[in-house]
């Protein structure tokens, strides 16, 4: 008759420890386990070689950034320039506007137009008052 | 224009468990290489890449699953620091700016390898450099344990564990609350235990 002894535990406890904060033996043993498991290339080599990889990568033009990349890092700066532009135009545009309608309100007010002319209109006639009465002297 | 004198990359063993691989302690240093570098020094950058790519490849092996993906994390990780080098302020840490850009590259292609179904892939074989990870029972059952475990688990319990980071550097990495990386980190560990052990003994 064989008795089948249940296998000793690869770590010690059954996983359902008390506290989180307070790590046991079979805690110690697992993560010695963990390391075993994961441990990296150790051979120089191996990294000398994965570095070239990276090199090569970058070189070979992956690592350079595709066209339309630079046209996005220089889109800021014509931002920047067309909004100064925008604001120059528009300062320009309402200045000349303000001096065609100071011209406007010269023509109109200013000397030898309007207002001089129902003058002379006036002088004319008194004048030809001046001359009715004369004449009908 | 600044002259570097490049030095081949240290790597020093410390920490708690002792295994932990730590980027030189030369930030002026690499501060330098980093602005140099951004100049669009390559040598530079080959040199960031000889310092940093074992911790890189360290943080991608805790997420993805097997030796190739891990190098092909690394190495699109470091694409993508290149070409976003210009974007990045040199007063930072470059360790943690690109162990971010490796968690999340190493993310990705884990996403992608569940969509193509990896395990109808052929073995690639990329370098004569193989998965230190076989062999010996105790490295198979762990390994088939830890394919059972949800991937964030299995990659805080690695982080944590192998690579000796903390809670809030798990936290940053993967994208979630420390607290979360702590319970995790609880829960990958009883389910490791309790899963090694029903497969040594299925009865």
């Given at each position: 008759?064989?008795?089948?002894?249940?296998?000793?535990?690869?770590?010690?406890?059954?996983?359902?420890?008390?506290?989180?904060?307070?790590p046991?033996?079979?805690?110690?043993?697992?993560?010695?386990?963990?390391?075993?498991?994961y441990?990296?290339?150790?051979?120089?080599?191996?990294?000398?070689?994965?570095?070239?990889?990276?090199?090569?990568?970058?070189?070979?033009?992956?690592g350079?950034?595709?066209?339309?990349?630079?046209?996005?890092?220089?889109?800021?700066?014509?931002?920047?320039?067309?909004?100064?532009?925008?604001?120059?135009?528009?300062?320009?545009f309402?200045?000349?506007?303000?001096?065609?309608?100071?011209?406007a309100?010269?023509?109109?007010?200013?000397?030898?137009?309007g207002?001089p002319?129902?003058?002379?209109?006036?002088?004319?006639?008194?004048?030809?008052?001046?001359?009715?009465?004369?004449?009908?002297? | 224009?600044?002259s570097?004198?490049?030095r081949?990359?240290?790597?020093?063993?410390?920490?708690?468990?002792?295994?932990?691989?730590?980027?030189p302690?030369?930030?002026?240093?690499?501060?330098?290489l980093?602005?140099?570098?951004?100049?669009?020094?390559?040598?530079?950058?080959?040199?960031?890449?000889?310092?940093?790519?074992?911790r890189?490849?360290?943080?991608?092996?805790?997420?993805?699953?097997?030796?190739?993906?891990?190098?092909?994390?690394?190495?699109?990780?470091?694409?993508?620091?290149?070409?976003?080098?210009?974007?990045?302020?040199?007063?930072q840490?470059?360790?943690?700016?690109l162990?971010?850009i490796?968690?999340?590259?190493?993310?990705?292609?884990?996403?992608r390898?569940?969509?193509?179904?990896?395990?109808?892939?052929?073995e690639?074989?990329?370098?004569?450099?193989?998965?230190?990870?076989?062999s010996?029972?105790?490295?198979r059952?762990?390994?088939?344990a830890?394919?059972?475990?949800?991937?964030?688990?299995?990659?805080?319990?690695?982080?944590?564990?192998?690579?000796?980071?903390?809670?809030?550097?798990?936290?940053?990495?993967?994208?979630?609350?420390?607290g979360?990386?702590?319970?995790?980190?609880?829960?990958?560990r009883?389910?490791?235990?309790?899963?090694?052990?029903?497969?040594?003994?299925?009865?």
């Amino acid at each position: 008759m064989t008795t089948n002894f249940p296998a000793p535990p690869l770590v010690p406890g059954d996983g359902d420890s008390a506290s989180p904060l307070v790590p046991d033996d079979g805690d110690a043993q697992l993560a010695s386990a963990l390391r075993a498991l994961y441990t990296a290339p150790d051979a120089p080599a191996y990294w000398s070689a994965l570095e070239q990889r990276i090199m090569d990568r970058i070189t070979g033009g992956e690592g350079f950034d595709a066209w339309w990349v630079v046209p996005a890092q220089w889109a800021r700066l014509g931002l920047i320039a067309a909004g100064f532009a925008l604001i120059v135009a528009g300062s320009l545009f309402l200045r000349s506007r303000a001096e065609q309608r100071q011209m406007a309100y010269d023509s109109l007010l200013g000397p030898g137009n309007g207002g001089p002319t129902i003058a002379i209109r006036d002088a004319q006639t008194e004048r030809q008052a001046t001359i009715n009465y004369i004449n009908g002297r | 224009m600044t002259s570097i004198a490049l030095r081949p990359a240290s790597v020093t063993l410390v920490g708690r468990t002792s295994r932990r691989v730590t980027t030189p302690d030369r930030p002026d240093d690499e501060k330098a290489l980093v602005l140099s570098a951004q100049r669009g020094e390559l040598e530079a950058f080959s040199e960031l890449v000889r310092r940093h790519q074992r911790r890189a490849y360290a943080v991608a092996r805790a997420i993805v699953t097997t030796h190739e993906d891990a190098e092909d994390a690394v190495q699109d990780a470091f694409l993508h620091a290149y070409r976003a080098l210009h974007r990045f302020l040199p007063d930072q840490a470059f360790g943690a700016w690109l162990h971010r850009i490796v968690a999340n590259a190493s993310l990705d292609i884990t996403r992608r390898r569940k969509v193509r179904d990896a395990d109808d892939l052929p073995e690639t074989i990329a370098s004569p450099f193989r998965d230190p990870a076989e062999s010996d029972e105790l490295r198979r059952l762990l390994r088939a344990a830890l394919e059972r475990l949800p991937e964030r688990q299995r990659a805080v319990i690695v982080l944590h564990d192998v690579e000796g980071f903390k809670h809030s550097e798990i936290g940053q990495l993967l994208g979630i609350p420390e607290g979360t990386a702590r319970s995790d980190l609880h829960y990958a560990r009883s389910a490791l235990r309790r899963l090694l052990n029903q497969l040594r003994s299925p009865q």
